[in-house]
């Protein structure tokens, strides 16, 4: 028989974690042997592998600012209706080309509202599709602001019971229940499924070659390794960084600087002038083995974003990690309160950010034995069983 067909709707607007989480869903699934379409709605991410059947750029979008209420088009200009309609068209063609036999929609209801124009036309057309096909949501453990309040989430119900089956939720219940966030998540009894938390890919051996450029002694020694995600709001940390370093006791170690494929060219440049009065410091955008660099480096010091966060557990790396707060962010600082109580990694609070202060916490991490959070790391393997396992179920 034909595989299974999946479209997987994803729409990242300021960073990258979103998408990168979406795209390790689709890969589980992908392998699990159910043939996904990837529709894809942000900005187009360079040396990004999207290893599904079929992938649909829609005409990319991204977010003026933190409160995400504008949405800007591919050349910076505030979005039209004329743009929504082009938008909304490309998404049903490819639900029609697709005719898949379950849709999966991340985050909306509990977010992304600003693409209502685009995805009710959608799942309107795929509830009356017959046969109807399985309609699920895809949400990270912890929703953004707002969801605490009873009205809105009344609302955010109201889309879900008109629409989806199901909302798989890729967090550890034993971790954060989703009712932390998300105040009528009792409402949801028997339609929500813990997944355990997604994390593309594994540590391994870093290919070979010079570690850090200048010091033939220090060549040998392993990295302190700064990161920033997409690097859209990262230029705080990694000055920050610079300066902590002749502070901590991990001076003597080269250090390398991921300023992310959003730093702009000023911020990269700025980088680069600073790192250069200094030895064995390496500053670069992206490294498609950051993954394997985290479980060699001596320590990773990050913004808390979901996927670097559960690449650092999966790395087991030790770690310092400073939670993006900007707009009314709180999903980055509440879990990584609860992994510091575990001792999983070492924190330091965005309003707390100063080179003396994150010298400290360096120097703890790198003094402290690290403790590995018991957490479940299987989230896409997982959720690729369940796909599996309900369309069995519904064409028995």
Known sequence: ?????????????????????????????????????????????????????????????????????????????????????RRRTQLMQAWATCEPDAVVVELFPFGRRQMRFELLPMLEAAIARVPRPLVVCSVRDVLGGGQSDPARADRTLEVFDRYFDQVLVHGDADLVAFGRTFVHADRLAGRLHYTGYVVAGGPGPVPSEPAVVGGAAEASQREVLVSVGGGAVGRQLLLTALAARPLSSLHGHPWRLLAGINASDAVFEELQALAQRQSSVVVERYRADFAQRLGQCRLSISQAGYNTVME?????????????????????????????????????????????????????????????????????????????RRLQERSA
Do not use: N
């Open 1 to 85: 028989m034909a595989a299974w067909r999946v479209l997987f709707y994803v729409q990242h607007l300021l960073g990258i974690g979103h998408l990168r989480r979406a795209v390790a869903l689709a890969d589980g699934m992908t392998r699990a042997g159910l043939e996904v379409t990837l529709v894809t709605g942000g900005m187009p991410v360079p040396g990004l592998d999207m290893p599904v059947a079929h992938c649909v750029q829609l005409a990319p979008a991204s977010a003026a600012d933190l409160s995400f209420k504008t949405l800007l088009d591919e050349q910076g200009h505030p979005v039209d209706d004329a743009w929504r309609l």
């Open 312 to 388: 650092i557990l999966q790395a087991r790396a030790p770690a310092v990690v400073v939670p993006f707060a900007g707009g009314a962010e709180t999903e980055q600082t509440l879990r990584a309160r609860l992994l510091a109580e575990r001792g999983a990694l070492q924190l330091l609070e965005e309003p707390d950010l100063e080179p003396q202060a994150l010298a400290r916490a360096i120097d703890r991490a790198a003094a402290v034995a690290h403790r590995p959070a018991a957490v479940r790391l299987d989230g896409a393997a997982d959720a690729a069983r369940w796909m599996l």
